[in-house]
Structure formats: structure tokens, C-alpha cells
């Protein structure tokens, strides 16, 4: 999925460069910083109080004990890495060579390799010895890191709300955040096209969308991203990149199905979701094959778009129903 690096150099939709993201544990809430650059490092008897020690007191640390001479080790520690990689800066790595901090090796009383440490607090609350199968390290980094949430999942469900207010700008600044952490990451690729596509600059994102490789571009998360596109693209074609005006046709004639499909999909761009399915539901409720069942079909992009396993799209395909059968 090389091919849906962003430039992090490169200024976002509001003219700026934007800076990566934190990997310390956050909240939906919390800003989006500078991501650390040491969550693997090296270490020595040096500096083990400042890696490991007074470290874990802020993040969790897992210690990996290996020798270059250790075959198991060859496994186990770009195994650990992926894995501390993919917690998402909610714990931290450091790797210490026995051969050469053998007086730290004994302090610790590691009696062969590879030996794993977790730290917590500024003590180890956690050990493994020996090469172990992926679930397994993925539930020792589990217990380690608790309920905490990745700051990644995070900043995706933040950048998600903001997209669902409307604001498109900001959710794109953080979409380029996780990206400049993470360039293959699809779910903030999608994000970025979705975000560009409710600023209206529909040429960028088709741009976007053309460097993905056949492979990505068939993803969930993209074909999701694309009908929100499309539907963006429906809605200023049709003339209906704003809503006062018919709200007002609405007004004056709640029965007029043209002002409220308009309505509906400008409010959709809008990231007005909700909204438009409740106008979309009610043009099918009043006629259900006005226009070819123009209310229906709208719907089923809507549905499209948001994903199916989304609370609006489980929620509307029941009301769909009792109104289609009642």
C-alpha cells in the first residue's frame, strides 16, 4: 500500500503544515501533538533508569533481553516491535544486548534469551522467557496496557465526529496526522478523501484516489469514501450545495419531494447524515415511488457511505423497513 504516502511536508487543506501525531495515551478529547520518535529504542546499563525505570512511570515499557548470537531472539523481537508498533504509543519498547550489559543482565537475574520484561510504575509487573507464538505476546502487552485507548483509534473517532459536524477541514488536518505516523494507514486515507470531498475540492480527491494501488482501492473503507464523493459531487451538480433556501420551499410546502431530496443530499455534504436520512425517510413515507423511488435509492447510498455495521445506517434500515411494509 506504498502508494498512498501523503507528503507530510506538504501543506493540508487550510494552507499549513501540520505536525505528527502523539503516540502518548490520549483521550477522543485531547489534542493531537508531536509523535515521540523513541518508541523502540536501544538501551544500556547507562541509561536504563531514564529508558526503563523513570519511563514507565509515564507509558508502559516492555525490556527485550537478546544476544546477536540468539536464534529465537531473530524472531521474537521484530515480532514485539510490530506489536508495540501496533498499541499506537501506548506502550514502549527498548532493547538491551546481554553481551553487552552483562551486570544488568544479572541485576535482573535474566538467565537466558530472549527474556521479556514489562515495567510499569518504575517496576516490572510482568516477565516471559523464550520465543512465544503472536497471540500470546499480544496478550502480555494487552494485560500490560489495561482498557486504555490507542491514540490513533482516538484521533480517528475525534476526526469522525468532526467530519459528522461538518467540519471538513479539521478533521482533514488530523486524517494528515495519522498518516504522517502511519503513511499505509487506509481508514485515515479514506478519512482524508472523505474530509477533501466535504470541502467541496473533488478534482484532490479523485487525485487521491488515483494513486491507490487495485488491492487498496477495493477496501471498505475507500468504496465507503467514494460514495461519500460521489454523493458530494450529486449534490453541487444539482445545485444544492446549500440548505436555506429549501428549507424555506419546505416551509411553505412540506409535499414538495424535490426541495426535500435536494435538502437531503445537501445536508449529507453538509456531513449532516442524520438529517437526511430523516428527509430521505419522510419522502419515502409520504410516495415511496416518487421519482423511481428516488428516497430509497438515496437511502441505499447513504447506507453505502456510512457502512453497515454504523449506529445511523442499523438504525434507518429498520425504519426503512417498517415504512416500506407497514
Known sequence: MSDIILDPTQ???NGAPKAA???????PDAPVRSAPADVIIDSSTQTFVRDVIEASVKTPVIVDFWAPWCGPCKTLGPLLEKLVKRAGGLVRMVKIDIDQNQGLAQQLRVQSVPTVFAFKDGRPVDAFMGAQPESQIQAFIDRLIGDATPPI??????A?????????REAEDIYTQILTHDPTHVPAFAGVIRAVAQQGDFQRARDMLARLDAKTRVRAEIEQAVSALELAEEAVLAGTSGTADLEDRLKTDPADLDARLALAKAMFAAGRAEAAIDHLLDIV????????QAGRKQLIKIFDTLGPTDP???DARRRLSTVLFS
Open 21 to 27: 501525531l502523539d503516540l502518548g495515551p490520549g483521550r
Open 312 to 314: 445511523l445506517t442499523v
Open 11 to 13: 501543506p493540508s487543506g
Open 160 to 168: 469522525a465526529d468532526l467530519l459528522k459536524q461538518g467540519r471538513g
Open 153 to 158: 483509534e482516538a484521533a480517528l473517532a475525534q
Open 285 to 292: 413515507r409520504r410516495n415511496k415511488d416518487w421519482n423511481d
